[in-house]
Structures are given as structure tokens and as C-alpha cells.
């Protein structure tokens, strides 16, 4: 027992933990870089049979803590039976920890073990691999990048300049240097070199304004009608839901801005346009008031399903969510992950159609702003095509399925990244929270409650300009950082042939 527990995977399998604990709630923000420190340490001197238990054990007890709602989904909202609930989250989590799997066998195979230089790389593979984990995998899925836990640190700077994949890349290398001075002896000049540009560069960008107001404060109300997951489809429960949003509208009146969170109306636009959407337009109107409502829209013709947001009274537009959750609304893998469908039974979960990606901005008080549909807040590289145009940003979404688990908190400080990248205030607006107002720089301006019926009312200013990531994209960052591959195999290839000589 003794001699298992001192193995590296057992200390993989607890680094993966650590590493989990750094996003919120729990916001350890210092545990990234002892965590990575672990597992490259683990793989300094690994084979690549070696690399694929310890990267699998790092990786399972990463998303085993991390995505840990999964369970709490399938089984207490989902209605699946426990065992088919534990299995399937088994799976999910199994499935992802192949990322750090793929991370830990290829730093092993491109380099030498025992060898400082395999160090040095391996920063350059890990934000290559969340990269791909990000933008590939069943459409994406970029949830937890290590740059998400430094908020409240001074890496927080270089979020407008570099953005998630550049923060998360010199967060890997504070890593590194950790192992190379403490197993190899070198680099200890580096430190303290790194701690005052670091702290000088990151203080100095803290303070740097990006942005700039552009149109005149905006008075918005957020509300979270805390509609339980059970009753939001029940057909004897609409009016209630429909009756709750419409007369705390009615209430705010005094706002330029009114919001509902995603699918507050629990039926499809056809079936109540003419009894309920269309005079309350009216009313908006009359009141000088932009209204944002969320609903499913069916195409009868084509019998297709979208998950969209409509602008009404002094605003125009409507938005088709484009980036689909797999395995929530899209199924991969059919015609096998058909049977999940039918497990969870929910309408109209797996059938949803994705929307053009080339949808105008919807408009509200004569301002346009990127509107993103719940799972979409976590996409960085879908906000800056359109940003500049965009005055501000809003999510709605429904967290409501994951109860009081991990997932309302991390999904909340996704979602903040949206803002500081942009500079750009965010209007993030749920159903069962974290509803709230998000500054510019990131900052929590309001916040509601989880799990309470909130009315959330502040200011907003319509900000314009660009900021360095926007402007160049996260591709490019990635890019560059891609091409320390060559300049170390060159290196590599230098030093063997000068030892020949």
C-alpha cells in the first residue's frame, strides 16, 4: 500500500485534484502551478507507456472533481436511472482525461527523457492540446483552461493582451522553471527576473484602458425567475412562468434594458407570438424600453429546432444559438448516442439546429451587442469577429440543471473572461443564477443569488475600441506559441551535432 501510495500516478491522480481546485468556488489560484509542476515532473523521466497512466490518472482526477456535475445533471434533472448516471458520467470524464493522455505521451515521444529540455517543451504542448481540446474535440470543449484561475492575480493583465491560451502558456512555464531549478540545478537567475516582469508588465496593464464609453449610461434590469428544472417544461406550469416574467417586467418599466435568461418562455415562438410576444413589444415600445426574451424557435417547414434570442420594443433582431452543446443539444455519435436521448427524455434535448454564423447584431436602444446562448460564454474566439461593432455583451443561459454542484460557479467565471478580454461590460442573465453585471476589467459589479427569484437593476456604459487579443485572435497567439516546436528541434538538432564534432 505504502509503495503504491508513493507512486507518480497516485501523486498524478492528486495533482489532477489540486488543479480542479483552483477554479471557482473553491479559487485556489496558486494551485495550477504546483499542480503542472507535479505532473511535468512526473514525465521528466517517463516512457511513453509511463506517460500514458500518469497523464490518464492526472487527467481523471482533474475532470473526475471538475466536471463532477455531470452526474448531478443526468440523474437528479435528468430523471436517469443512478447506475446509467454514474456510467455515463464515468465516461465523460474517462473521455476528456484522454486530453491530458494525449499531452502527457506526446511530450515524452518528441524529446529525450531526463533531459531539461523536455521540460521546456512541455508548456509549449500543453496550451497546444487545450487548444485542440478547445476547438476540435465534438465541437469544442474549453472548459477549465488554466488561465480561468487567475482572476484575482496579476496574470489577470495580460488577459486583453494575450488572452486564455497566452496566460495559460506562461502560467505552464512558471511550471516548468519550478522543476528545471529544482531537479536540474539551472535557472535560478530566472526567478527573480521573471517575478519583476511579471509584476511590473502585469501591474502596468492592470492600468491600461483598452476601451472607452461611447453613448450614455444604460439603466438594465436582469431577471432570474428561479424556475425549477422539473417545472420549466410542464405544460400546467407556463402561465405562472410566463406570468412571473411579465409583471416584473411591467415593474421596470423605468429600465432602458430588460432581460430574461435563456428559454424563460417554455414554448415555441409561433405558438404564442400573437397572445403574448407581440403585445408586450407593444408595451416596451410605449414605455421606451428594449426588451430581451429567450425562447425555442421551430421551423415547421424543415423541422428544425433553435435555441434563439429576440430583441422586442426599442430593439431589433433575433439570435440562433451557433455553437451547440454535444450530448445536450446535438447528439455525436448517433446513431449509438440516440439511447441517451430516450434515457433523459427531455424536449427538445438532442435535436436543436445551429444557427449562421454569419448573423447580424441584434440591436437595443440604437446599440449593438454580441449576444451568446449559455454554453457559448466559454468560446473566446467567438466574441471577437463581431466586437467591433458590439457596445456591450450578454449571456443568457440556464444553469438550472446543475443544482448546487460546481458548475453555476465556473461557468460564472467563464463568462467574466468574455468581459475583460473584450472591455466590454457583460449582462450575464440566468434562470436559477449566478445572474450579475460584469465590469470591463472583470469585475462583479451585481450578482444575484443562486436559487431565488431576483430582480437585479444597475448601470452599464456602451463601450467602444478594441483590445490587443481582439484585434489579433487567439489563433494567432496559439501560432506563435506553436513555433518554439521548430526553433527547440533546431536547437536540439544544433547542440547534437556540434557534440559529434
Known amino acids: 500500500m505504502l509503495k503504491f501510495l508513493l507512486r507518480w500516478e497516485f501523486t498524478c491522480f492528486l495533482s489532477g485534484i489540486l488543479l480542479a481546485l483552483s477554479f471557482s468556488p473553491t479559487d485556489l489560484f496558486y494551485a495550477p502551478f504546483v499542480a503542472l509542476a507535479l505532473l511535468f515532473k512526473a514525465l521528466d523521466q517517463a516512457n511513453w507507456k509511463q506517460a500514458l497512466f500518469r497523464g490518464g490518472f492526472f487527467g481523471f482526477g482533474f475532470f473526475g472533481v471538475a466536471v463532477s456535475w455531470v452526474f448531478v445533471s443526468i440523474y437528479f434533472y435528468g430523471h436517469a436511472h443512478i447506475v446509467l448516471a454514474v456510467l455515463l458520467t464515468l465516461i465523460f470524464c474517462l473521455f476528456w482525461s484522454l486530453s491530458i493522455v494525449l499531452f502527457a505521451t506526446l511530450s515524452v515521444s518528441l524529446t529525450v527523457p531526463g533531459s531539461y529540455s523536455r521540460i521546456f517543451i512541455m508548456p509549449v504542448i500543453w496550451c497546444l492540446v487545450e487548444y485542440f481540446r478547445g476547438q476540435f474535440i465534438f465541437n469544442g470543449f474549453p472548459w477549465l483552461q488554466i488561465a480561468y484561475s487567475q482572476f484575482e492575480t496579476p496574470f489577470s493583465g495580460f488577459i486583453p493582451v494575450i488572452g486564455a491560451y497566452g496566460v495559460g502558456f506562461l502560467m505552464a512555464i512558471c511550471s516548468s522553471l519550478i522543476v528545471i531549478v529544482s531537479t536540474y540545478k539551472k535557472g535560478f537567475f530566472l ?17 491600461t484602458i483598452w476601451t472607452f464609453p461611447d453613448g450614455k449610461p444604460l439603466t438594465v434590469t436582469l431577471l432570474q425567475g428561479n424556475v425549477s428544472q422539473d417545472n420549466k417544461w410542464d405544460p400546467s406550469y407556463k402561465d405562472k412562468t410566463l406570468d412571473w416574467y411579465k409583471s416584473k417586467t411591467e415593474q421596470h418599466w423605468d429600465s432602458d434594458l430588460i432581460i430574461w ?3 424563460a418562455i417554455p414554448a415555441f415562438q409561433h405558438e404564442i407570438d400573437a397572445d403574448f410576444l407581440t403585445p408586450l413589444s407593444d408595451d416596451a415600445k410605449r414605455h421606451d424600453t428594449a426588451l430581451i426574451v ?7 417547414e424543415k423541422g428544425e429546432y433553435y435555441n434563439a434570442a429576440l430583441t422586442l420594443g426599442q430593439g431589433q433582431g433575433d439570435y440562433k444559438k451557433i455553437h451547440l452543446l454535444p450530448f445536450g443539444e446535438y447528439l455525436p455519435l448517433q446513431p449509438l448516442s440516440g439511447y441517451l436521448l430516450d434515457s433523459l427524455n427531455i424536449m427538445p434535448i438532442g435535436s436543436f439546429t445551429p444557427g449562421s454564423d454569419q448573423q447580424p447584431l441584434m440591436r437595443a436602444k440604437g446599440y449593438p451587442f454580441i449576444l451568446t446562448i449559455c454554453y457559448e460564454a466559454v468560446f473566446g474566439e467567438q466574441t471577437p469577429a463581431r466586437l467591433k461593432d458590439a457596445r456591450f455583451l450578454v449571456n443568457v443561459t440556464n444553469d438550472g440543471w446543475f443544482g448546487h454542484s460546481l458548475e453555476p460557479y465556473q461557468h460564472m467565471q467563464m463568462a467574466r473572461m468574455r468581459a475583460l478580454e473584450s472591455g466590454r461590460y457583460l449582462l450575464r442573465v440566468t434562470n436559477t443564477g449566478l445572474t450579475a453585471i460584469v465590469g470591463p476589467k472583470g469585475q462583479m459589479h451585481y450578482q444575484a443569488p443562486l436559487f431565488e427569484p431576483a430582480e437585479l437593476t444597475g448601470k452599464i456604459i456602451p463601450m467602444a475600441g478594441v483590445t490587443p487579443i481582439t484585434m489579433i485572435g487567439d ?3 496559439v501560432f506563435i506559441i506553436a513555433l518554439f516546436i521548430p526553433f527547440w528541434v533546431s536547437v536540439v538538432n544544433y547542440r547534437k551535432k556540434s557534440s559529434i564534432k
Open 294 to 300: 429567450s425562447l425555442p424557435i421551430k421551423n415547421n
Open 475 to 477: 489563433k494567432a497567439i
Open 191 to 207: 526567478f527573480p527576473i521573471l517575478i519583476l516582469l511579471v509584476s511590473y508588465s502585469a501591474n502596468y496593464l492592470k492600468h
Open 261 to 263: 435568461p435563456e428559454t
